[in-house]
């Protein structure tokens, strides 16, 4: 034995020694840390793995990692989601720092689709993305504001710059057929559903309150914007307006980790309306009457002509009294944690902005908790719970923008006191106006996975939203001179149970996925209101004190529907390059009789990846990624009112006359003593036959990427058609004894083209970056189908019309076109039968200091059949650039926007040469009406002037109607939306100051805006087009700002 051992000893000490490297290098740990390059901070939660091997593991909250090494000559491969993917030699080193590069193309981004995540490059559909730290810290209370400019085909504009006002946001062109109504897209948020359409309060006095500020921007980790009918359709009845979905942030492997953040900054006043006052405005409207040949002095107010009246040197600066700089303050903290068995994230928001307009604000308190918990190695339960508490306050109480239209704004000649100055501001006791808004939105899901590729999801949410606002407006600056008390409270509560498996196979070749599921939803609605009127103790700002009669006043309702519905989706692959999709949802509401009760709704696409084709590769040097797609479908809407299907009952009675007003029976009907209760002809007939609107849409695209994934181009075609979309109070022929009449009565139609550009400008090598998103979209609206044989639909007073007419974009204006002004008398043109000059409606006839109506039917008689279609409030182009610039630690995003198409009714305009009474001259009377500056105008004096509008002298024929063409503008604009400067703190200094990371950051934002429109912004506008100019002003924001990762 001791021979054989002599003999064999040899052999095996050098096995041994040549298998030396090899153990040893198997016990070689390796360690590093991974941050991102843009930021210079640390990125958890990144896989790093040692390729050819099955060793792995993630980055630490400070990311950090250790992976020990298995095999000879090792290299390392890093993933992380939204980033490129490396692969990266080891050699002898036993440390790395490893940066990691955004990627631009985006390509293996996990978007998500409804109710399953697929990878961008599978997508079969047209879904857009904006990650959560692209919109972070912008100075907004609400997400949907941040997005305007930053996807093409969604339209995000502001009407009013109240904080947390809402704003019209569309996708792929307005649905809405009613005037000045908004057709919002469908929110879902972490799998929860946020219909705004039925979240807005059903009255509170104030129609600007924006459902979103429920939500802290700035814990959204992604959104996802779904425009085409294979995306969307798996929410049925509730995808037609398009659907953003909103992921909130998780938690990351590894230890707590602490982050706090905070801003703070100043919103600007903006510029002062053109108005003058004092000495200068005294001087102003002089010197115009004398131009205009006034001579009848004796009737002008004594603030014009009497030196020695007191109020003759009086300068009151109204917008002075109602404007200011006004303060932005937000601060974050969160703290997030995950392991294995569980894993959470608590995070608390503070917002507070007050408004440039004295006496307005919005504050918000809101916490947000999710918690993830896994029981079993097959179950796991995900609760999220968000609740928000925002109070509002609307200036003076009343919610108006100014205590003043335009052409009722007082003169500088007028004085007021410090007390009213004070009510105005909103700051004493004698203004009281409270609108406080609770939210808690909670769901809780269980999943449990009941095989190798089958997953079980039973999911709960709930959504309850209340508003209370009660306001009080003291008599001192209340036009009706009398205390006014009012209380409206809103609430809303639904519930929604979905459960639904996922299947996935892959066999070789072939994937399949399967979604199979049911949900039942119900939403009830709440509503009260109580309003006292001549109160005779002021100062309790409550409804009491008050007899029973028309000084007092109250109404309730209640409302609530439900929903049952069935739903699936099948996505197949193909070598991973041949995709095909298609989806079937089935929705029936209580909303429709049991004939329409349920509406049927599908899409399918298809992709093809022809870069993974082989014939393909010489032509991959220029072209890495080209993907064509197609897809067809149809979603849904229900917008009917819940009880559209049943007649309205009236007992004619008013309550100021009833028995619960006046203690006295009113004029109610009755027989043989017994109210009697019939059919309220001036509502709507009953339609039995009322059910869902359907909006078929197809959509081809194609997605490509150049040059090593530094160009990625995405472009979309689409045509989507609105049928039988509802419409409400249609005027009804007299024959049917009703007033109105309601019913799926319109079809439309949306067509047009979206083009998204990224790039990386510089080599990824280089220090400095520079990346750009550059999207535009045009769309194109038009009407196909109306009541009537066509017939055209009116909407608006004679005086400001438009109409939907087929062939012709929704809304569109209904003017008198004007060509200029008339010179002298003889150029207006004469009745040869008659003699007689061009009269307005027949009556006074045209003269020179006229404008120039065109006679469109050639009747020498300007009237409505005169009007024509002048353009239409729809944005036909729409989009935005992105240029973002980073070097080392700093960073740097510069955002622009722009729409072009889109026109405006100047009813600011209109109302200054207007006056309260027909004629700027005669409101310079008695009334002494506003101080506009007009310079810049040019006004017709006399024979031969050529001038850009008529005399100032008289208005015998409506010469400043809003409907002369001359006030219809272009809308369009370019706005440098935001700026943003940041600079992240080396590493070195964070290691020595203990935390995980440092920044600072600085923002300005609504920097300016070039429109060759005269209004104050173009942007502030309702969905009618329509400017009054009291529009709530669109400020402009600097904030400072610091985030520390502890």
Same mark, same amino acid.
């Given at each position: ?104 193309? =985006? ?233 294995? =068995? ?12 007050? =408004? ?70 909103? %700051? ?169 009760? +349920? ?8 992709? +093809? ?189 004679? +005086? ?18 004007? %060509? ?14 008659? =003699? ?123 010469? +400043?109607?809003?409907? %002369? ?82």
């Amino acid at each position: 034995m001791s021979y054989q051992f002599t003999h064999l000893k040899v052999p095996l000490i050098g096995i041994c020694l040549l298998l030396l490297p090899y153990v040893l290098f198997a016990q070689v740990k390796l360690s590093g840390k991974v941050t991102d390059k843009k930021t210079n901070t640390p990125v958890p939660g990144v896989v790093v793995r040692e390729k050819g091997s099955k060793q792995g593991t993630t980055t630490n909250d400070k990311g950090q990692f250790t992976l020990e090494l298995k095999t000879a000559n090792p290299s390392v491969l890093v993933s992380f989601v939204g980033f490129q993917s490396q692969e990266i030699k080891v050699g002898n080193k036993s440390t790395l720092d490893i940066q990691l590069q955004e990627d631009v193309k =985006g390509l293996n981004d996990v978007v998500v689709i409804g109710y399953q995540d697929i990878q961008r490059r599978k997508t079969t559909g047209a879904v857009s993305s904006v990650k959560g730290k692209d919109i972070e810290n912008i100075p907004y209370a609400t997400f949907d504001q941040m997005l305007q400019g930053r996807v093409a085909g969604l339209s995000v504009l502001s009407v009013s710059g109240e904080p947390g006002s809402n704003g019209i946001v569309n996708v792929r062109g307005s649905n809405s057929v009613t005037l000045g109504g908004v057709s919002n897209p469908l929110y879902v948020i972490d799998g929860i559903i946020y219909n705004v359409n039925d979240m807005l309060p059903s009255n509170n006095g104030s129609y600007n309150n924006n459902p979103l500020t429920a939500i802290n921007p700035n814990d959204i980790e992604s959104i996802d914007v779904l425009k085409d009918a294979s995306a969307a359709a798996i929410y049925g009845a509730r995808g037609a307006n398009g659907v953003i979905l909103v992921k909130t942030k998780r938690p990351k492997s590894g230890l707590p980790q602490y982050t706090v953040n905070y801003y703070t900054g100043i919103a600007q006043k903006p510029a002062m309306k053109p108005m003058l006052v004092g000495a200068a405005e005294r001087r102003m409207k002089m010197e115009m009457l004398y131009k205009s040949g006034y001579n009848n002095f004796a009737n002008l107010s004594v603030f014009l002509t009497d030196s020695l009246n007191p109020a003759f040197n009086n300068n009151t600066d109204w917008q002075g009294i109602f404007l200011q700089n006004a303060s932005i303050n937000n601060i974050d903290a969160s703290v997030s944690a995950a392991n294995v =068995g569980y894993s959470y994230r608590l995070s608390v928001n503070g917002y507070k902005e007050e =408004g440039v307009m004295r006496g307005y604000y919005m504050k918000r308190l809101s916490p947000h908790l999710f918690l993830s918990l896994n029981p079993g190695k097959k179950i796991n339960i995900a609760i999220d719970v968000l609740p928000s508490f925002v109070k509002v306050k609307h200036g003076t109480g009343d919610g108006t923008r100014y205590p003043f239209d335009t052409w009722n704004f007082p003169s500088s000649f007028w004085n007021v006191s410090a007390a009213q100055v004070a009510a105005y501001q909103g %700051n004493y006791s004698n203004v009281l106006d409270n609108d406080n808004f609770f939210y808690l939105t909670s769901n809780v899901k269980l999943t449990d996975t009941l095989a190798k590729n089958l997953v079980f999801t039973s999911s709960f949410s709930h959504n309850y939203n209340n508003n209370r606002r009660d306001y009080y407006k003291d008599k001192s600056i209340n036009t009706l001179n009398r205390n006014d008390a009012y209380n409206f409270n809103n609430l809303t509560a639904r519930w929604e149970v979905e459960n639904y498996i996922n299947w996935s196979k892959t066999m070789g070749k072939h994937s399949v996925s399967v979604v199979l599921g049911q949900g039942a939803e119900n939403q009830q609605n709440k509503f009260t209101y109580a309003e006292g009127n001549n109160l005779t103790v002021g100062g309790l700002q409550t409804i009491e004190g008050i007899s029973r009669g028309n000084n007092l006043y109250a109404q309730s309702h209640l409302e609530e529907r439900s929903r049952l519905s069935w739903f699936g989706r099948l996505n197949y692959e193909y070598k991973e390059k041949y995709l095909i999709s298609g989806s079937y949802r089935r929705d029936a509401s209580s909303k429709y009789s049991s004939s329409n009760r +349920w509406g049927n709704f599908y899409s399918a696409s298809a992709g +093809w990846i022809v870069s993974e084709e082989p014939f393909f590769e010489p032509a991959k040097k220029v072209v890495n990624f080209l993907k064509f797609r197609g897809s067809y479908g149809v979603t849904g809407n229900d917008p009917a009112g819940y009880y559209a299907k049943y007649q309205a009952l009236t007992t004619n009675a008013s309550y100021y006359s009833s028995s619960l007003g006046g203690n006295v029976v009113g004029n109610m009907s009755n027989y043989n003593g017994t109210t009697v209760v019939y059919p309220d002809y001036s509502s709507p007939a009953a339609n039995r036959n009322i059910t869902w609107e359907s909006y078929p849409q197809t959509d081809i695209g194609m997605d490509v990427n150049f040059m090593h994934d530094r160009i990625s181009l995405t472009a979309d075609w689409y045509a989507r058609d609105g049928k039988n979309v509802y419409l409400d109070n249609v005027l009804a022929r007299g024959t049917t004894g009703y007033s109105f009449y309601s019913g799926n009565l319109v079809d439309f139609r949306n067509t047009g083209i979206e083009i998204t550009i990224n790039s990386s400008n510089f080599p990824s090598s280089w220090k400095l970056q520079w990346n750009t998103n550059f999207n535009i979209a045009f769309n194109k609206n038009y009407i196909t189908r109306l009541p009537d044989n066509n017939r055209d639909l009116v909407a608006g007073p004679p +005086w400001m019309q438009q109409t939907l007419t087929v062939g012709r974009p929704m809304f569109t204006y209904k003017v008198w076109q004007v %060509n200029g002004v008339y010179s002298k008398d003889s150029d207006v043109p004469t009745d040869p039968l008659t =003699g007689k000059r061009l009269t307005f409606n027949g009556g006074n006839p045209y003269g020179a200091g006229d404008p120039i109506l065109v006679d469109q039917n050639g009747d020498y008689k300007i009237d409505l059949l005169d009007k024509v279609s002048y353009g239409d409030p729809q944005a036909h182009v729409t989009g935005g650039i992105t240029n973002t610039f980073t070097y080392k630690g700093f960073s740097m995003s510069v955002l622009c926007t722009f729409i072009k198409g889109r026109k405006l009714w100047n009813g600011y305009l209109s109302d200054k040469l207007n006056g309260s009474s027909g004629s700027i001259a005669s409101s310079w009377g008695p009334n002494s009406g506003p101080a506009s500056d007009f310079k810049g105008a040019t006004f017709w004096q006399q024979e031969g002037d050529n001038a850009q509008y008529g005399s100032l002298l008289s208005n015998n024929v409506d010469k +400043w109607n809003i409907a %002369n063409s001359v006030f219809v503008e272009d809308a369009s604009f370019f706005r440098m939306k935001n700026i943003m400067l940041g600079y992240n703190f080396s590493q070195g200094l964070v290691k020595h100051l203990k935390i995980g990371g440092l920044r600072i950051y600085g923002m300005l934002d609504n920097i300016f805006v070039l429109s060759n429109a005269t209004v104050p912004d173009p942007e502030l506008i309702n969905a009618a087009g329509y400017s009054s100019g009291n529009d709530y002003p669109l400020p402009k924001k600097y904030t400072l700002g610091l985030q520390v990762q502890l």
